[in-house]
């Protein structure tokens, strides 16, 4: 149920990102972008996590939505959690640096469908990660 509502919220706050990032802000999406490739060859899994949080905060300051990023703020803790209990088992890291990645890029790009698509496929990943655990 978490995911389903993740899903809608990942969606609708990538899109406006996508929209209402400054400048300085879509510089900073597109080193994310670049770092998350980066890890992806390396699977580097510190250097993930650091950058996933970056890119969480910073999408929802982009998205310049108060009530999404409060909402999210929430789902985030405990999905992190969970990430970090069980990567280990189960996880692609690499594919889940690449999913990111996209989402970055195309929040950099200013495409917010682009930004949507990109979301529901790292949300799909999320989906799939949580299902393999279970």
Known sequence: RLLEVRRELERLMARAAA????????????????????????ADDLTFMRLDHQLNALISSAAHNEFASRSMGLMH??????????????????LAARLHAEVAEAIAARDPQKAADASDRLVGYIESFARSTL
């Open 19 to 42: 929209e209402r990032a400054t400048e300085d802000e879509v510089r900073q999406f597109a080193e994310i972008a670049e770092g998350m490739r980066k890890t992806a060859r390396t």
């Open 77 to 94: 803790g405990l999905s992190r959690r969970f990430w970090y209990h069980h990567y280990k088992e189960v996880a692609d890291l690499p």
